[in-house]
């Protein structure tokens, strides 16, 4: 069933209650996900975006009940990533000749999905669309928001940016709003998205935010393609992007290790009990990797000022967990984080070693060389550690 956003506007979506795992396994949605698809009754019938896939059946059996079908003037597809377009095949049977408006690299993305030719319109950042009664979609290029094709599109007199991606949220709900739903979970799920999709394009966003203030758009709803509208102090999204995208970090350290005996766990206890001692205030997050969600370990880390690595020496590297983590953060970007490894070896002690280079090689900066313990800590050894703590807190502050 639609629900209204505003006038003529409905959301047409799907609500994913049991999603827990996006972008195949890589990403956790512990509170599900919503594929939000638009559609817009003016003079012309426009819609915006469809489902994934699986839903398609779904999504082209209950479309009907909203709009007849033939009455479909133009599809709009603002990113073509197939969480959004999964339901294209099946709706472009029933409307073969119907424009598909999505930016220049939407149509080869489009292709390589699904390779079919539709009657593509490609479009440029303000292009426009008349859809009567004085409206009209306009379109702003967006890309690597977070895709390349990705753009956003705007209604005119509504006042809605349709802006895909940017300022979504994983978050099933069935309340239309964002004023409506938990304010935690809400935004819990929005800073996690920006972590760990959209921050490694922070500088596009920052640039984007630019563009769409020199726009002078007035913009009262946003209607992002996943979780729930913005329609209230919408500035309170547009603000936090500006600050996610801009070295984002508040007083936090992020503590992420994996441990085979106990001895990097041991190390990691340690230090985090020297920088409480030398700072009272900071938000301590300690997470194991074999325990903890690599997304919420990344988000937490995203969130710092500064964050420690550790693992022991295993085969002269760092264990597979941690170097999959590195990987990670090579690809997300993040800004403005100081950095260190800690480990535990029984022999050479490279993993400490390669974890701290790997940070330096990536963009993190080390604070120092870190710090690595041969066999179990003994109490001295703790000590050591705890001191290391200490030090460290007082190097990030
Ligand atoms: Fe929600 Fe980039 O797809």
Same mark, same amino acid.
């Given at each position: 069933m639609s629900k209204k956003i505003k006038n003529n506007v409905y959301s047409v979506g799907k609500v994913d209650w049991e999603l827990r795992r996006f972008h195949g396994d890589e990403l !956790?949605? /512990? /509170?599900g996900s919503t594929y939000n698809s638009y559609l817009i009754k003016e003079q012309k019938t426009v819609l915006i975006d469809t489902v994934w896939a699986p839903f398609s059946a779904e999504f082209m059996r209950e479309l009907p009940a909203e709009v &007849? =079908? !033939?009455? $479909?003037d133009a599809v709009v597809i603002n990113h073509a990533e197939i969480d959004h377009s999964g339901a294209i095949v099946d709706l472009m049977q029933h409307l073969p000749d119907v424009p598909v408006y999505c930016s220049h690299n939407g149509v080869k993305s489009l292709r390589g999905h699904f390779h079919k030719d539709w009657n593509f319109k490609p479009v440029r950042t303000g292009d426009r669309l008349d859809i009567g009664n004085g409206k009209q979609l306009m379109f702003i290029e967006a890309p690597m928001l977070h895709w390349p094709d990705t753009m956003f599109t705007y209604l005119t007199?509504?006042? $809605? =940016? @349709?802006?895909?991606?940017? @300022? %979504?949220? /994983?978050l099933a709900t069935d309340k239309i709003f964002a004023d409506l739903v938990d304010q935690h979970s809400l935004w819990k799920e929005a800073i996690k998205y920006y972590a760990n999709i959209i921050a490694p394009w922070s500088k596009l966003v920052d640039s984007k935010l630019r563009e769409l203030k020199s726009l002078d758009l007035p913009i009262d709803i946003i209607c992002p393609s996943h979780g729930a509208c913005w329609r209230k102090d919408i500035h309170k999204i547009i603000d936090a992007y500006a600050l996610w995208a801009n070295g984002y970090r508040e007083d936090r350290i992020t503590i992420a290790y994996d441990s085979m005996w106990g001895a990097t766990r041991a190390m990691a206890e340690a230090i985090a009990k020297g920088i409480r001692e030398a700072d009272s205030e900071v938000v301590l997050a300690v997470h194991s990797l074999a325990k903890s969600d690599k997304n919420d370990v990344m988000t937490d880390i995203f969130r710092s000022k500064a964050f420690l690595l550790g693992s022991p020496s295993h085969n002269k590297c760092a264990l597979a967990s941690v170097g999959a983590l590195l990987e990670e953060l090579r690809g997300l970007s993040f800004q403005g984080k100081k950095a260190a490894a800690f480990g535990s070896y %029984?022999? !050479? %002690? &490279?993993g400490q070693v390669r974890l701290n280079s790997i940070l330096k090689e990536i963009g993190y900066e080390c604070v120092d060389d870190g710090i690595r313990n041969m066999w179990q800590p003994s109490d001295a050894d703790l000590a050591r550690c705890v001191e290391y703590g200490r030090k460290f807190a007082l190097k990030v502050q």
């Open positions: !956790s949605t /512990h /509170h &007849e =079908l !033939s009455r $479909i007199q509504d006042n $809605i =940016l @349709f802006s895909n991606d940017a @300022f %979504g949220q /994983h %029984g022999w !050479s %002690g &490279e």
